[in-house]
């Protein structure tokens, strides 16, 4: 089955840390750039960073410093690590590839609060 499929959305503190994972299946990982992306409510849907095939990164000045992306080819994984988080960082966190093919995963809630 070709998807994406997020985990480890939650609740947490401001100054809290969650690490968001995304499994991928039907796709070939290692040669596929991988993203994250997310969107509050109201909000259009804005990149937080990705992370190519060779492992180079980028990151939404939002997060500089306080997310990192990491990929695991063995296990088709891309995580996040977000530390020091803040209220504006609420969101749905959505992992994206372009593959090929071009896949959304389903979204998971990230909720800080003050």
């Known amino acids: 089955q070709v998807q994406l499929v997020e985990s480890g959305g939650g609740l947490v503190q401001a100054g809290g840390s969650l690490r968001l994972s995304c499994a991928a299946s039907g796709i070939i990982f290692s040669r596929s750039l991988m993203g994250w992306y997310r969107q509050a409510p109201g909000k259009q849907r804005e990149l937080v960073a990705f992370?190519?095939?060779?492992?180079?990164?980028n990151y939404a000045d939002s997060v500089k410093g306080r997310f990192t992306i990491s990929r695991d080819n063995a296990k088709n994984t891309v995580y996040l690590q977000m530390n020091s988080l803040k209220p504006e960082d609420t969101a749905v966190y959505y992992c994206q590839t372009n593959g090929p093919p071009f896949l959304w995963g389903q979204g998971t809630q990230v909720t800080v609060s003050s």
């Open positions: 992370v190519t095939s060779i492992g180079n990164t």
